[in-house]
Protein backbone atom coordinates (compact mmCIF):
# COMPACT_ATOMS: atom_id res chain seq x y z
CA UNK A 1 0.00 0.00 0.00
CA UNK A 2 1.42 3.29 -1.09
CA UNK A 3 1.75 5.65 1.25
CA UNK A 4 0.18 9.05 1.58
CA UNK A 5 2.29 11.92 1.91
CA UNK A 6 2.76 14.17 5.21
CA UNK A 7 2.08 17.45 4.65
CA UNK A 8 2.61 20.52 7.25
CA UNK A 9 1.50 23.95 7.31
CA UNK A 10 3.38 27.09 7.02
CA UNK A 11 1.94 27.92 10.04
CA UNK A 12 2.87 24.87 12.07
CA UNK A 13 6.56 24.95 10.30
CA UNK A 14 7.01 28.49 11.38
CA UNK A 15 5.35 27.90 15.07
CA UNK A 16 7.96 25.26 15.38
CA UNK A 17 10.64 27.15 14.35
CA UNK A 18 10.08 29.99 16.54
CA UNK A 19 9.75 27.64 19.58
CA UNK A 20 12.81 26.19 18.82
CA UNK A 21 14.59 29.36 18.79
CA UNK A 22 12.68 30.64 22.06
CA UNK A 23 13.82 27.19 23.79
CA UNK A 24 17.28 26.67 22.72
CA UNK A 25 18.76 29.51 24.33
CA UNK A 26 17.88 27.50 28.29
CA UNK A 27 19.89 24.45 27.25
CA UNK A 28 23.06 26.19 25.89
CA UNK A 29 26.32 27.16 27.35
CA UNK A 30 25.29 30.24 28.92
CA UNK A 31 22.21 28.77 30.29
CA UNK A 32 23.77 29.23 34.17
CA UNK A 33 26.18 32.12 33.25
CA UNK A 34 25.04 34.39 36.01
CA UNK A 35 26.22 31.66 37.97
CA UNK A 36 29.98 31.98 37.08
CA UNK A 37 29.50 35.03 35.36
CA UNK A 38 28.01 37.78 38.25
CA UNK A 39 27.07 40.81 36.40
CA UNK A 40 26.39 42.28 40.18
CA UNK A 41 29.60 40.98 41.37
CA UNK A 42 31.51 42.38 38.38
CA UNK A 43 30.61 45.67 38.16
CA UNK A 44 30.71 46.36 41.90
CA UNK A 45 34.62 44.93 41.74
CA UNK A 46 35.36 47.66 38.74
CA UNK A 47 33.31 50.32 40.17
CA UNK A 48 30.47 50.46 37.90
CA UNK A 49 28.30 53.58 39.61
CA UNK A 50 25.00 55.98 38.31
CA UNK A 51 25.32 58.20 36.15
CA UNK A 52 28.40 56.66 33.96
CA UNK A 53 28.98 57.11 30.50
CA UNK A 54 30.46 53.04 29.40
CA UNK A 55 31.86 51.61 26.93
CA UNK A 56 31.07 47.71 25.90
CA UNK A 57 33.16 46.17 23.24
CA UNK A 58 31.82 43.43 21.59
CA UNK A 59 28.13 43.34 23.48
CA UNK A 60 26.94 40.50 21.82
CA UNK A 61 23.60 39.93 22.60
CA UNK A 62 23.30 41.53 25.47
CA UNK A 63 24.43 39.62 28.56
CA UNK A 64 26.15 42.51 30.54
CA UNK A 65 24.70 45.41 28.79
CA UNK A 66 21.10 45.33 30.35
CA UNK A 67 22.79 45.19 33.90
CA UNK A 68 25.16 47.47 33.27
CA UNK A 69 22.55 50.32 31.81
CA UNK A 70 20.32 49.44 34.87
CA UNK A 71 23.47 50.19 36.85
CA UNK A 72 24.31 53.74 35.58
CA UNK A 73 20.63 54.79 35.45
CA UNK A 74 19.26 57.79 33.68
CA UNK A 75 21.66 59.81 33.89
CA UNK A 76 24.20 56.91 32.24
CA UNK A 77 24.55 55.59 29.34
CA UNK A 78 25.59 52.11 27.68
CA UNK A 79 27.65 52.11 24.20
CA UNK A 80 27.30 48.77 23.23
CA UNK A 81 29.43 47.91 20.49
CA UNK A 82 29.14 45.26 18.21
CA UNK A 83 30.47 43.95 14.18
CA UNK A 84 27.26 42.18 14.18
CA UNK A 85 24.42 43.87 12.72
CA UNK A 86 22.24 41.01 13.82
CA UNK A 87 23.25 41.24 17.79
CA UNK A 88 22.49 45.04 17.30
CA UNK A 89 19.25 44.28 16.18
CA UNK A 90 18.65 42.13 19.14
CA UNK A 91 20.06 44.76 21.80
CA UNK A 92 17.21 46.87 20.19
CA UNK A 93 14.40 44.67 20.42
CA UNK A 94 15.20 44.19 24.21
CA UNK A 95 15.66 47.35 24.70
CA UNK A 96 12.34 48.38 23.22
CA UNK A 97 10.46 45.63 24.55
CA UNK A 98 11.64 46.17 28.16
CA UNK A 99 11.47 50.11 27.26
CA UNK A 100 15.63 50.43 28.13
CA UNK A 101 16.16 54.26 26.79
CA UNK A 102 20.10 54.28 28.00
CA UNK A 103 21.73 51.48 25.66
CA UNK A 104 23.17 53.18 22.27
CA UNK A 105 23.68 50.37 19.99
CA UNK A 106 27.31 51.34 17.88
CA UNK A 107 28.23 49.04 14.56
CA UNK A 108 31.73 49.32 14.82
CA UNK A 109 34.70 48.00 12.60
CA UNK A 110 37.41 45.21 13.41
CA UNK A 111 40.25 47.45 14.50
CA UNK A 112 37.74 50.70 15.99
CA UNK A 113 34.93 50.07 18.27
CA UNK A 114 33.41 53.47 17.04
CA UNK A 115 32.16 54.94 20.05
CA UNK A 116 30.40 58.18 19.17
CA UNK A 117 31.76 59.80 22.58
CA UNK A 118 35.58 60.38 23.12
CA UNK A 119 34.76 61.01 27.20
CA UNK A 120 34.33 57.58 28.35
CA UNK A 121 34.39 56.70 32.06
CA UNK A 122 34.83 52.62 31.12
CA UNK A 123 34.75 50.50 28.73
CA UNK A 124 34.34 47.01 29.07
CA UNK A 125 35.33 43.86 27.59
CA UNK A 126 33.92 40.50 28.49
CA UNK A 127 35.25 37.16 26.05
CA UNK A 128 35.64 39.67 23.18
CA UNK A 129 39.64 40.12 23.27
CA UNK A 130 40.43 36.48 22.32
CA UNK A 131 38.28 37.25 19.15
CA UNK A 132 39.88 40.29 17.54
CA UNK A 133 41.64 39.79 14.70
CA UNK A 134 43.52 43.02 15.39
CA UNK A 135 43.61 43.11 19.03
CA UNK A 136 46.73 45.41 19.27
CA UNK A 137 45.26 48.06 16.83
CA UNK A 138 41.95 47.84 18.21
CA UNK A 139 43.42 48.32 22.02
CA UNK A 140 45.76 51.84 20.34
CA UNK A 141 42.27 52.70 18.49
CA UNK A 142 40.31 52.24 21.84
CA UNK A 143 42.03 55.07 24.02
CA UNK A 144 40.74 58.07 21.78
CA UNK A 145 37.66 57.09 23.45
CA UNK A 146 38.74 57.52 26.71
CA UNK A 147 38.41 60.30 29.31
CA UNK A 148 41.69 60.80 31.34
CA UNK A 149 42.28 57.86 34.17
CA UNK A 150 39.23 55.62 32.61
CA UNK A 151 39.79 52.31 32.79
CA UNK A 152 39.87 49.51 30.35
CA UNK A 153 38.21 46.27 31.90
CA UNK A 154 39.14 43.11 30.03
CA UNK A 155 37.32 39.88 31.21
CA UNK A 156 38.83 36.70 30.00
CA UNK A 157 38.66 32.89 30.38
CA UNK A 158 41.85 31.50 32.84
CA UNK A 159 43.24 29.62 30.60
CA UNK A 160 46.86 28.21 30.54
CA UNK A 161 47.47 25.94 27.53
CA UNK A 162 47.77 27.84 23.76
CA UNK A 163 45.13 26.15 21.95
CA UNK A 164 45.61 25.61 18.22
CA UNK A 165 41.82 24.80 17.59
CA UNK A 166 38.28 26.29 18.95
CA UNK A 167 38.03 27.53 21.39
CA UNK A 168 40.99 29.94 20.79
CA UNK A 169 41.14 31.75 24.15
CA UNK A 170 44.50 33.51 25.58
CA UNK A 171 46.76 32.36 28.39
CA UNK A 172 47.28 35.18 31.04
CA UNK A 173 50.89 35.83 29.51
CA UNK A 174 49.26 36.17 25.85
CA UNK A 175 46.59 39.12 27.34
CA UNK A 176 49.27 40.06 29.25
CA UNK A 177 52.01 41.19 26.69
CA UNK A 178 49.52 41.70 23.87
CA UNK A 179 47.47 44.33 25.82
CA UNK A 180 51.26 46.07 27.53
CA UNK A 181 52.33 46.54 24.08
CA UNK A 182 49.12 48.24 22.79
CA UNK A 183 50.53 51.20 25.34
CA UNK A 184 48.19 49.63 28.37
CA UNK A 185 49.24 49.55 32.05
CA UNK A 186 47.66 46.76 34.29
CA UNK A 187 46.30 48.52 37.44
CA UNK A 188 45.10 45.29 39.30
CA UNK A 189 43.33 41.85 38.98
CA UNK A 190 40.29 40.48 39.92
CA UNK A 191 40.56 36.90 40.75
CA UNK A 192 37.00 36.05 42.50
CA UNK A 193 35.54 34.81 39.48
CA UNK A 194 35.64 30.68 39.01
CA UNK A 195 36.63 30.58 35.55
CA UNK A 196 37.54 34.61 34.79
CA UNK A 197 40.52 36.95 35.87
CA UNK A 198 39.01 40.15 35.22
CA UNK A 199 41.84 42.79 34.08
CA UNK A 200 41.52 45.99 35.07
CA UNK A 201 44.13 48.58 33.01
CA UNK A 202 44.72 52.18 32.43
CA UNK A 203 46.28 54.04 29.57
CA UNK A 204 50.28 54.17 30.19
CA UNK A 205 51.28 57.59 28.06
Known amino acids: ?15 AACLTAAIAPSFGLDADRE ?8 MDAVGVCAGMKIGEAGAGEGYLTFHLAKRV ?12 EGDLETIRRRAGREGVSNIVPVLGDIDDPLF ?22 FLENLEAYLKPGAPVVIVEKNHDTE ?10 KQILDAVEEAGYKLERTEDFLPRDTIY ?3 VDR
Open 163 to 172: RTHPPHFMTR
Open 1 to 15: MARMPVRFSATLVGL
Open 73 to 84: GEQGIVFANEIS
Open 116 to 137: PEKNLDMVIMVYVLHHLDQPIE
Open 200 to 202: IYL
Open 35 to 42: SWQPPEQI
